[in-house]
């Protein structure tokens, strides 16, 4: 069974430092690996899809890399900005099973002004 | 627009009393599925469909049921409602026949509290 871990689990940082988050996962037989937005009890906006054969993904302010060898993805936020402040759910997507997708439980970001 | 929809959006409800939350996609995606949310547990699959007529149960399908009658539309029905079905919905919609994966879509979610 896919397990998605989410490592810190919150973070605090000061506005314009960069943020790092990083997600890692236990089976690399996967379709691709999908990174979210969550504000407090608010809907789940994609920011980032990496299929499996990409390395990374860029829009914006915002880069995914994707190491599926090790089962390792990070996001990275340049020059993060109060508004940045939310969760962030790694979820991928199995190539076995029903392919569902498997989600981390989140790293909880805020951006201290 | 592209979009999931969901309705209603928050829910209060006793126990015992049925009810349904309707979930519709514009973008003509076969896949849908429904999820819910509870802190420390993350997000979990209640029941996804392939394409009409296809469904099939996810990690947590018990205490729930879901149709697919037409494409657009999956509705979650909560026949007899317990408190411990209080928590945060998500429909998801995606397309499917790919061997990359596609991108999947959120709905805004459904806040049920079960008294």
């Known amino acids: 069974k896919q397990e998605v871990t989410q490592i810190p689990a919150a973070l605090s940082v000061p506005e314009g430092e960069n943020l790092v988050l990083n997600c890692s996962f236990t089976?690399?037989?996967?379709?691709?690996l999908q990174w979210f937005r969550q504000d407090p009890g608010k809907g789940l906006t994609s920011l980032l899809l990496?299929?499996?054969?990409?390395r990374e993904q860029t829009s914006g302010r915002l880069n995914a890399s994707l190491d599926k060898s090790s089962g390792r993805s990070t996001l990275y936020i340049a020059a993060s900005q109060p508004g940045d402040s939310a969760t962030y759910l790694c979820?991928?997507?199995?190539?076995?099973?029903?392919?569902?997708?498997?989600f981390g439980k989140g790293n909880q970001v805020v951006v201290i002004p | 627009e592209a979009q999931v929809t969901q309705n209603p959006r928050y829910l209060i409800t006793v126990t015992g009393k049925k009810l349904t939350v309707t979930c519709s996609q514009n973008m003509n995606h076969e896949y849908m599925s429904w999820y819910r949310q509870d802190p420390g547990l993350g997000l979990r699959q209640i029941y996804y469909s392939m394409n009409v007529e296809v469904t099939d149960k996810g990690d947590v399908p018990e205490g729930y049921k879901v149709s697919r009658k037409e494409k657009r539309n999956f509705p979650l029905i909560l026949e007899s409602p317990s408190p411990n079905q209080t928590s945060l919905y998500f429909c998801?919609?995606?397309?499917?026949?790919?061997?990359?994966?596609?991108?999947?879509?959120f709905g805004p979610g459904t806040r049920l509290t079960v008294l």
């Open positions: 998801a919609s995606r397309e499917t026949g790919s061997h990359l994966g596609n991108e999947q879509f």
């Open positions: 979820a991928v997507r199995p190539i076995y099973g029903n392919n569902r997708l498997a």
């Open positions: 089976d690399s037989a996967i379709y691709n």
């Open positions: 990496i299929q499996s054969s990409q």
